[in-house]
Structures are given as C-alpha cells and as structure tokens.
C-alpha cells in the first residue's frame, strides 16, 4: 500500500524518540519532571467551567453547531474592541477549532502547489507543517538573537518577496519567547503591501507577557487588515488547551475563504464550548493576571536557579516557555535533551525539533509548579551534566 508523499512530513522522529524514553523510564519505575509539552497544568477559570456543566445538560446543545453562535461573534468583537481597541465586522471574524487547526488550513486557501510560503526559523512546527501540506515551497525567515528575534524584512530577497502568497508571523513568538515592538508591525504591513503578501499572524500568547507593555493587535497598525488576519487562542490564556477554542479575525476575502474551506472540513465548535468561550472573554479577566503571575514566578525560579548552576539563559519576556542555550560543551540539542532526560529525569524540547535555526537550544515548558522546578534544578546540580562547562571555564580562567 502506498501513501502520499505528503504524510512524510508528519511523522517526527524527535518526538517520539521522546515519548519513546520517558515511557521507557517511567516503566522502571524513575521519575520524569517533563517540562516538554506547553499544555497548562493550571485550572481554567471556574465560571467558564461552570458555564460547561451547565450547557452539556441541554440535549439541544448536541445538534450540529454548523456555524458560529452570533453571539460568539459578538463577543469576540467586543472583546477586540475592549482589548486592543480594534473595530471588527462580522464577517471578519472566524473560530477555529484551536489556532493550530487554523494554521494547519489556512495555506490550502492563499497557496497553490508550487507556491512560496514564508515561515519563521526556528518556528511552532505547525507554521511550516501547514503551507507544506498545502505543496507550498518554504522560504525560511531566520530569527536571530542577534537581532531580539526579529524578522529582518530589509534581508528578505525581492525575487522571493514577489513569489510569496502568505507570511507567517508569530509575536510573543514560541519557542523563542521574544516580542515585538509596534513599529516591527509598521514594517511587516508596509512589506506586506508592496509585494502584495497575506499575513498570518498567531497572536496566542498577547495575555502571557512578564516584561514590557501589555500585547497587542496587528491591527493597531493602520491598513492591516488589507493584507492580515490574526489567530487568537482560549488555550493559555484562559488554560482551555483541551477545549480547542480559538478564533482568526481580519481580512473579510481571507476569513471568508476559510469558513468556506471550514464548511467542508467541520461542522462548526460543541456548541456548549461556544458558550464557554463566551463566558471566557466577557467574564471577569482577573484569572489572567493570576496566570501571568504564576508563569512569571516559575519563570525567574527556573532561569535564577539555572543561573546559579552556571547555565544562563536570556530571561523569557512572554509566554510559557524558556529558550535556554545549550551548555558550551554540547552540540546536538538531541543528545543534551536525551543525556538530561537519563541524567536528571528532566525533560525538555530539542530546539531542532523547532527548525533548523533551533538547534543549539533546547525549550521547557512552565507547566510544572515551583516545587517541581526546585527539584528540577536541584536534580540538574546533583548529575553533574554541567560540569564539563565548569571545569572548561576553570581550566580557560587558568591560562
């Protein structure tokens, strides 16, 4: 049996040689602190739960949802308008079953085999994963830290800008944390305009910020919706990862050919969870300063205590993760992330997992609390995986 050559792309063999090893060591019995998959061990908000028990007790909530409620529309256009101070129409806003269905999909609508998608490296995998399913060819844009993580648009070829159907942009950006400042996304909408590209960008983490102005919109940008659309998540914000609850807003022509595409792919959000996500972002917010706080916390425990061990790593601005060099005397971030996990019992992401431009980098995920991330790394001290740094740096200092 033959299968297409586009599955070849799905399988990671990173990830499962992952799996594959902490299974392996949870069955003899050894303990894994797994910082590895960004899913939010915190609760979601209790009136959003609340509003869930209530609306799987109606049997009518069980049809077909086929499309929106109109006042998940609504809410999400107040919501826009109360946050970011951004006006939307109805037929600008879209949910998604979760951002990365919307990523994994949006490509088949603006691309055509053959076509250039432009994609972050290093990346959330789903940015490329998406325009390669779609047969688009990929135009890798470097994010340096040279250059805060930046895309630099100055250093983009012409000839390629003029090819490309679709940009994906992601800002406070996974893995690498980093934001970006208004006057980047001043840039991005002129570039976009003059070679005629359409924007995606995934605006997941614009609540998960430590440092710094609080996020915001494309669309504070005048003239962003000629050319963008935004994907906004519940996920992190609102800890409702297994929900799948997330929406894109923007461009009318690019939100109505998705809804098209989506009509023949779902049947539209449970209509209870269309209901949450209501309850979600127009009830009280006050448990997103409470995430917030509780990440930050976890954030300064973990890279402090890094720090004191000789492993120093740039203090994540945003999100939920932590992008953390590689010590001096490794060089595949595969087989730090393996020798850590055998070591330590901690387990990480390689930074190649994430592109090419990952490795020499690995990313935890701050979904363990304080006390777990103590025993995190007090269990790194106690392996020794880092002396080899120590003693290089003493034997440098010598001479």
Request: with cysteine; glycine share 6%; charged share 25%.
């Amino acid at each position: 049996m033959k299968f297409s050559q586009k599955t070849a792309y799905l399988s990671s063999a990173i990830f499962a040689e992952l799996k594959t090893r902490k299974n392996q060591r949870l069955a003899s019995g050894k303990e894994v602190l797994d910082f590895s998959i960004g899913t939010p061990d915190l609760p979601p908000p209790r009136h959003v739960m609340d509003v869930i028990r209530q609306e799987i007790e109606n049997p009518e909530n069980y049809k077909y949802a086929i499309k929106d409620l109109p006042e998940l529309t609504e809410a999400v256009i107040d919501w826009y308008q109360k946050r970011f101070g951004v006006s939307l129409d109805p037929e600008e806003v879209t949910s998604l079953l979760g951002s990365q269905e919307g990523l994994g999909h949006i490509a088949l609508t603006l691309t055509d085999p053959g076509d250039v998608a432009m994609v972050p490296d290093p990346g959330y995998p789903i940015f490329m994963m998406g325009p390669m399913i779609a047969g688009a060819r990929l135009y890798k844009m470097p994010l340096l830290r040279e250059n805060r993580y930046l895309i630099d648009l100055e250093r983009i070829d012409p000839t390629v800008a003029h090819q490309a159907k679709l940009m994906i942009v992601s800002y406070p950006n996974n893995p690498v944390t980093a934001t970006a400042p208004p006057e980047f996304y001043e840039k991005l909408v002129w570039f976009a305009k003059k070679y005629d590209i359409a924007v995606i960008h995934d605006n997941a983490y614009c609540e998960l910020i430590f440092d710094g102005p609080p996020g915001g919109s494309i669309f504070n940008i005048p003239g962003a919706k000629d050319v963008a659309v935004e994907f906004n998540s519940l996920s992190k914000s609102y800890n409702l990862s297994g929900c799948r609850l997330a929406f894109a807003v923007g461009n009318r022509e690019i939100i109505g050919h998705l809804k098209n595409l989506k009509s023949h792919l779902d049947y539209g959000i449970f209509l209870p969870l269309q209901k949450a996500a209501i309850a979600a972002i127009s009830g009280p917010q006050d448990c997103i300063r409470e995430t917030v706080r509780i990440y930050r916390r976890r954030r300064d425990i973990l890279v402090d205590g890094l720090a004191s061990l000789g492993w120093q790593m740039d203090r994540p601005p945003a999100t939920m993760f932590a992008w953390a060099p590689l010590p001096k005397s490794y060089r595949s971030s595969m087989d730090f992330t393996l020798e850590l996990l055998d070591k330590t019992g901690v387990l990480v992401v390689p930074g190649s997992s994430f592109g090419d431009l990952g490795e020499g980098y690995v990313r935890f995920a701050l979904v363990q609390p304080e006390e777990e991330i103590r025993k995190a790394v007090d269990a790194i001290k106690n392996s020794g995986i880092l002396e080899r740094d120590i003693l290089s740096e003493q034997s440098r200092c010598a001479l």
